[in-house]
């Protein structure tokens, strides 16, 4: 099973930018894409983006497309998410995982990193 260890989250002025990074380690024979996802408190968790691990293909939730990139190097099993013109909506923590498939059947999730979009 795949260990997954998000970083690069912390505190960010409205408007301004943030790497999120996931580095994954142990069995990677399971699974072929790894997402990250954010659930506010009160609300549902949301997928915010995915990676294939076959081809580096992406996907986004319409509510980050164009301001989220996320991209990969497989030589350090590591994806990373870059986040621009953040508002204070996207303040909460953020996780990454493996799946099976883009959003869905998750076999192992990160511990979370913080994002605090605040003036």
């Known amino acids: 099973q795949a260990q997954l260890v998000e970083s690069g989250g912390g505190l960010v002025q409205p408007g301004g930018s943030l790497r999120l990074s996931c580095a994954a380690s142990g069995s990677t024979l399971d699974y072929y894409f790894i997402g990250w996802y954010r659930q506010a408190p009160g609300k549902e968790r949301e997928g915010v983006s995915c990676?294939?691990?076959?081809?580096?293909?992406?996907e986004y939730a319409d509510s980050v497309k164009g301001r989220f990139t996320m991209s990969g190097d497989n030589a350090k099993n590591t994806v990373y998410l870059q986040m621009n013109n953040l508002n204070p909506e996207a303040t909460t923590v953020y996780y990454c995982?493996?799946?099976?498939?883009?959003?869905?059947?998750?076999?192992?999730w990160g511990q979370g990193t913080q994002v605090t979009v605040s003036s």
């Open positions: 990676i294939s691990r076959i081809d580096g293909s992406t």
């Open positions: 995982a493996a799946s099976v498939y883009c959003s869905d059947y998750v076999l192992s």
